[in-house]
């Protein structure tokens, strides 16, 4: 069964420092990975995927992540934080076991950023 | 492009009403649809999913229940809600050969 850990229930940076949101994973088969953003009282946005292709996924807003199988992890980074960068985000593992595409989401970050 | 809405956007019942909540998706044909709900502090927690019309995979068993009449339509139901109902409720779609998830506005349900 995937599961997903993400380290950290609060993170805090100041406006322009860098962003590090930290998630680890399990999964039995390769996995597919993706990041949500969550505005108050909003919906889920997707922000980026890996889907077995390149290591290093770029997303919106400036975000990336790698991919480190050896870890088993996924971080979320920006090199530079905005106020507008505040919000919760999820990261989540897909199902690859041919169970049509459910996705294990982990419990959340969330990210203030402080003037 | 592809759009889904829920409405209502927020709701406020008494314990013991009944529940309908809806999910539309335009745009597309034969998605994936997914209800989920958002505890504060917990996560998302996968409730219903469907891969077409009339049929319902429940991931947890619990007071409530959904329904697909039509294929881009999903109804989220209950008979009698419980105080534990409360909560974000958010519904979701995905294309057959795609494989992340587009969510909708969510609605937010507050039982007294």
């Known amino acids: 069964a995937q599961s997903v850990t993400q380290l950290g229930s609060h993170v805090s940076v100041s406006e322009g420092a860098l962003v590090l949101l930290r998630c680890n994973y399990s999964?039995?088969?390769?996995?597919?990975l993706f990041w949500y953003v969550q505005y108050p009282n909003q919906g889920l946005q997707l922000l980026l995927k890996?889907?077995?292709?390149?290591?290093l996924v770029k997303g919106i807003n400036g975000f990336e992540a790698e991919f480190k199988k050896s870890e088993t992890s996924f971080h979320l980074t920006k090199p530079s934080a905005h106020m507008s960068d505040a919000a919760e985000y999820f990261c989540a593992v897909e199902n690859s076991g041919g169970s049509n595409y459910k996705l294990t989401f982990g419990k959340g970050t969330l990210l203030t950023v402080n003037p | 492009s592809q759009t889904i809405h829920q409405w209502p956007a927020t709701l406020v019942q008494p314990v013991g009403s009944p529940l309908s909540l809806e999910c539309t998706v335009e745009g597309t044909s034969n998605p994936n649809l997914y209800w989920y709900r958002q505890a504060a502090g917990r996560g998302l927690q996968l409730l219903f999913y469907s891969v077409g019309i009339g049929q319902i995979s429940s991931e947890v068993p619990q007071n409530l229940s959904a329904s697909r009449p039509q294929d881009r339509q999903f109804i989220l139901s209950s008979k009698k809600l419980l105080l534990s109902d409360s909560g974000f409720y958010l519904c979701a779609w995905s294309g057959l050969s795609g494989t992340e998830q587009f969510f909708g506005p969510g609605t937010r349900l507050t039982v007294l």
């Open positions: 999964s039995s088969v390769p996995p597919y």
């Open positions: 890996y889907t077995s292709a390149a290591t």
